[in-house]
Antibody, heavy 117, light 110 residues
Framework: EVQLLESGGGLVQPGGSLRLSCAGS????????MTWVRQAPGKGLEWVSSISVSGTNTYYTDSVKGRFTISRDNSKNTLFLQMNSLRAEDTALYYC??????????WGQGTMVTFSS | QTVVTQESSFSVSPGGTVTLTCGLRSGSVSNTNYPSWYQQTPGQAPRTLIY???IRSSGVPDRFSGSILGNKAALTITGAQADDESDYYC??????????FGGGTKLTVL
Protein backbone atom coordinates (compact mmCIF):
# COMPACT_ATOMS: atom_id res chain seq x y z
CA GLU A 1 0.00 0.00 0.00
CA VAL A 2 1.29 3.42 -0.96
CA GLN A 3 1.58 5.50 2.19
CA LEU A 4 2.98 8.78 3.47
CA LEU A 5 3.30 9.34 7.20
CA GLU A 6 4.10 12.77 8.56
CA SER A 7 5.56 13.43 11.99
CA GLY A 8 7.33 16.12 13.96
CA GLY A 9 4.51 18.55 14.52
CA GLY A 10 3.83 20.08 17.90
CA LEU A 11 3.64 23.20 20.00
CA VAL A 12 6.16 25.88 19.10
CA GLN A 13 7.02 29.29 20.57
CA PRO A 14 7.53 32.56 18.67
CA GLY A 15 10.71 32.46 16.65
CA GLY A 16 11.13 28.78 17.36
CA SER A 17 12.05 25.93 15.06
CA LEU A 18 10.55 22.61 14.15
CA ARG A 19 11.52 19.82 11.76
CA LEU A 20 8.79 17.88 10.04
CA SER A 21 9.35 14.46 8.52
CA CYS A 22 7.39 12.46 5.97
CA ALA A 23 8.14 8.78 5.56
CA GLY A 24 7.11 7.12 2.34
CA SER A 25 6.38 3.43 1.85
CA UNK A 26 4.86 1.15 -0.76
CA UNK A 27 6.39 3.01 -3.69
CA UNK A 28 9.77 4.01 -5.10
CA UNK A 29 10.24 7.20 -3.09
CA UNK A 30 13.37 8.22 -4.98
CA UNK A 31 11.42 8.42 -8.25
CA UNK A 32 8.99 11.12 -7.13
CA UNK A 33 9.26 14.82 -6.60
CA MET A 34 7.67 15.72 -3.28
CA THR A 35 5.82 18.62 -1.77
CA TRP A 36 4.49 20.14 1.45
CA VAL A 37 1.01 21.68 1.60
CA ARG A 38 -0.49 23.27 4.70
CA GLN A 39 -3.95 24.16 5.94
CA ALA A 40 -4.55 26.65 8.71
CA PRO A 41 -7.49 25.82 11.00
CA GLY A 42 -10.73 26.47 9.14
CA LYS A 43 -8.92 27.78 6.08
CA GLY A 44 -8.04 26.56 2.61
CA LEU A 45 -5.05 24.65 1.33
CA GLU A 46 -1.75 26.41 0.65
CA TRP A 47 1.23 25.08 -1.27
CA VAL A 48 4.37 25.54 0.81
CA SER A 49 7.35 23.93 -0.90
CA SER A 50 8.45 21.30 -3.40
CA ILE A 51 11.64 19.38 -4.08
CA SER A 52 12.89 17.52 -7.12
CA VAL A 53 13.63 13.82 -7.28
CA SER A 54 17.31 14.26 -6.54
CA GLY A 55 16.83 17.12 -4.12
CA THR A 56 18.81 19.48 -6.30
CA ASN A 57 15.91 21.82 -7.04
CA THR A 58 13.76 23.33 -4.33
CA TYR A 59 10.87 25.78 -4.50
CA TYR A 60 9.03 27.82 -1.88
CA THR A 61 6.02 30.04 -1.52
CA ASP A 62 7.06 33.62 -0.81
CA SER A 63 5.86 33.66 2.80
CA VAL A 64 8.29 30.93 3.89
CA LYS A 65 11.35 31.75 1.77
CA GLY A 66 14.42 32.17 3.90
CA ARG A 67 12.72 30.52 6.91
CA PHE A 68 11.81 27.02 5.71
CA THR A 69 14.08 24.46 4.07
CA ILE A 70 12.84 21.37 2.27
CA SER A 71 15.12 18.38 1.89
CA ARG A 72 14.97 14.63 1.36
CA ASP A 73 16.92 11.49 2.16
CA ASN A 74 16.18 8.97 -0.57
CA SER A 75 18.14 6.27 1.24
CA LYS A 76 15.62 6.54 4.07
CA ASN A 77 12.54 7.30 1.94
CA THR A 78 12.00 10.44 3.96
CA LEU A 79 11.09 14.04 3.18
CA PHE A 80 11.84 16.87 5.60
CA LEU A 81 10.74 20.42 6.24
CA GLN A 82 12.97 22.46 8.54
CA MET A 83 10.97 25.41 9.80
CA ASN A 84 12.80 28.30 11.50
CA SER A 85 11.70 31.70 12.76
CA LEU A 86 8.18 30.41 13.13
CA ARG A 87 5.28 32.84 13.24
CA ALA A 88 1.68 32.63 14.39
CA GLU A 89 0.53 32.42 10.78
CA ASP A 90 2.50 29.19 10.33
CA THR A 91 0.00 27.40 12.57
CA ALA A 92 -1.47 24.73 10.31
CA LEU A 93 -1.86 21.08 9.49
CA TYR A 94 1.08 20.20 7.27
CA TYR A 95 0.58 17.55 4.60
CA CYS A 96 3.22 15.94 2.48
CA UNK A 97 2.34 14.63 -0.96
CA UNK A 98 3.95 13.12 -4.01
CA UNK A 99 4.14 15.20 -7.16
CA UNK A 100 3.04 13.68 -10.44
CA UNK A 101 2.58 15.58 -13.68
CA UNK A 102 2.53 18.91 -11.86
CA UNK A 103 -0.17 17.70 -9.47
CA UNK A 104 -0.25 16.45 -5.92
CA UNK A 105 -0.93 12.73 -6.10
CA UNK A 106 -0.65 10.67 -2.91
CA TRP A 107 -1.28 12.55 0.34
CA GLY A 108 -0.36 11.85 3.94
CA GLN A 109 -2.72 12.50 6.84
CA GLY A 110 -0.84 15.54 8.08
CA THR A 111 0.99 16.71 11.18
CA MET A 112 -0.18 19.70 13.19
CA VAL A 113 1.99 22.70 14.01
CA THR A 114 0.52 24.91 16.69
CA PHE A 115 1.87 28.26 17.74
CA SER A 116 2.13 28.94 21.42
CA SER A 117 2.38 32.47 22.71
CA GLN B 1 1.19 37.94 -6.21
CA THR B 2 -0.80 35.36 -8.15
CA VAL B 3 -4.43 35.00 -7.10
CA VAL B 4 -6.39 31.93 -8.18
CA THR B 5 -10.14 32.42 -8.02
CA GLN B 6 -12.87 29.91 -7.25
CA GLU B 7 -16.52 30.28 -6.37
CA SER B 8 -16.81 30.35 -2.58
CA SER B 9 -19.87 28.13 -2.59
CA PHE B 10 -22.16 26.28 -4.94
CA SER B 11 -25.17 24.05 -4.61
CA VAL B 12 -26.47 21.25 -6.77
CA SER B 13 -29.47 18.95 -6.60
CA PRO B 14 -28.93 15.22 -6.31
CA GLY B 15 -28.53 13.83 -9.82
CA GLY B 16 -27.78 17.26 -11.21
CA THR B 17 -24.74 18.64 -12.97
CA VAL B 18 -22.49 21.36 -11.62
CA THR B 19 -19.43 23.08 -13.04
CA LEU B 20 -16.91 24.68 -10.71
CA THR B 21 -14.37 27.07 -12.16
CA CYS B 22 -10.79 28.07 -11.45
CA GLY B 23 -9.47 31.34 -12.82
CA LEU B 24 -6.70 33.87 -12.52
CA ARG B 25 -7.35 37.36 -11.21
CA SER B 26 -5.00 38.54 -13.91
CA GLY B 27 -4.83 36.47 -17.06
CA SER B 28 -6.24 33.29 -18.50
CA VAL B 29 -5.83 29.69 -17.45
CA SER B 30 -4.48 27.32 -20.08
CA ASN B 31 -3.23 23.75 -20.29
CA THR B 32 0.27 25.03 -19.51
CA ASN B 33 -0.97 25.79 -16.00
CA TYR B 34 -1.64 22.03 -15.63
CA PRO B 35 -4.85 22.62 -13.64
CA SER B 36 -5.56 20.00 -11.01
CA TRP B 37 -8.54 19.47 -8.71
CA TYR B 38 -8.85 18.11 -5.18
CA GLN B 39 -11.79 17.08 -3.03
CA GLN B 40 -11.67 17.45 0.74
CA THR B 41 -14.24 16.46 3.32
CA PRO B 42 -13.99 17.75 6.91
CA GLY B 43 -11.24 16.12 8.92
CA GLN B 44 -9.83 14.27 5.94
CA ALA B 45 -6.78 14.69 3.78
CA PRO B 46 -7.44 15.97 0.26
CA ARG B 47 -8.17 13.49 -2.49
CA THR B 48 -6.82 14.06 -5.97
CA LEU B 49 -9.54 14.10 -8.62
CA ILE B 50 -8.11 15.56 -11.82
CA TYR B 51 -4.65 16.51 -13.03
CA UNK B 52 -3.21 18.05 -16.20
CA UNK B 53 -6.59 19.67 -16.95
CA UNK B 54 -8.61 16.56 -17.66
CA ILE B 55 -6.91 13.35 -16.52
CA ARG B 56 -8.78 11.52 -13.80
CA SER B 57 -6.73 10.20 -10.93
CA SER B 58 -6.86 6.49 -10.23
CA GLY B 59 -10.20 5.35 -8.87
CA VAL B 60 -12.04 8.60 -9.58
CA PRO B 61 -15.43 7.95 -11.18
CA ASP B 62 -16.02 9.27 -14.68
CA ARG B 63 -18.77 11.60 -13.52
CA PHE B 64 -15.91 13.92 -12.55
CA SER B 65 -14.35 15.62 -15.55
CA GLY B 66 -11.99 18.51 -16.12
CA SER B 67 -11.67 20.99 -18.94
CA ILE B 68 -10.77 24.51 -19.96
CA LEU B 69 -13.87 26.68 -20.40
CA GLY B 70 -13.09 30.07 -21.86
CA ASN B 71 -10.28 31.51 -19.77
CA LYS B 72 -10.77 29.23 -16.77
CA ALA B 73 -10.24 25.63 -15.74
CA ALA B 74 -13.41 23.79 -14.91
CA LEU B 75 -14.45 20.76 -12.90
CA THR B 76 -17.79 19.26 -13.88
CA ILE B 77 -19.66 16.79 -11.73
CA THR B 78 -22.38 14.92 -13.59
CA GLY B 79 -25.07 13.10 -11.63
CA ALA B 80 -24.14 14.62 -8.29
CA GLN B 81 -24.43 12.36 -5.27
CA ALA B 82 -24.82 13.16 -1.60
CA ASP B 83 -21.25 12.18 -0.83
CA ASP B 84 -19.98 14.72 -3.35
CA GLU B 85 -20.75 17.34 -0.74
CA SER B 86 -17.21 18.56 -0.01
CA ASP B 87 -14.75 21.37 -0.46
CA TYR B 88 -13.13 21.46 -3.87
CA TYR B 89 -9.77 23.07 -4.55
CA CYS B 90 -7.94 23.76 -7.77
CA UNK B 91 -4.21 24.25 -8.19
CA UNK B 92 -2.44 26.03 -11.02
CA UNK B 93 1.20 25.61 -11.93
CA UNK B 94 2.68 29.07 -12.50
CA UNK B 95 6.09 28.00 -13.77
CA UNK B 96 9.48 27.92 -12.05
CA UNK B 97 8.21 25.29 -9.64
CA UNK B 98 5.54 27.56 -8.17
CA UNK B 99 2.06 26.26 -7.51
CA UNK B 100 -0.95 28.22 -6.25
CA PHE B 101 -4.17 26.94 -4.71
CA GLY B 102 -7.51 28.55 -5.26
CA GLY B 103 -9.50 29.50 -2.20
CA GLY B 104 -11.78 26.49 -2.55
CA THR B 105 -15.46 25.96 -3.31
CA LYS B 106 -17.84 24.54 -0.75
CA LEU B 107 -20.27 22.32 -2.64
CA THR B 108 -23.63 21.53 -1.12
CA VAL B 109 -25.80 18.75 -2.50
CA LEU B 110 -29.45 19.35 -1.67
Amino acid sequence: EVQLLESGGGLVQPGGSLRLSCAGSGFTFSSYAMTWVRQAPGKGLEWVSSISVSGTNTYYTDSVKGRFTISRDNSKNTLFLQMNSLRAEDTALYYCATLLSHAFDVWGQGTMVTFSS
Amino acid sequence: QTVVTQESSFSVSPGGTVTLTCGLRSGSVSNTNYPSWYQQTPGQAPRTLIYSTNIRSSGVPDRFSGSILGNKAALTITGAQADDESDYYCVLYMGSGIRVFGGGTKLTVL
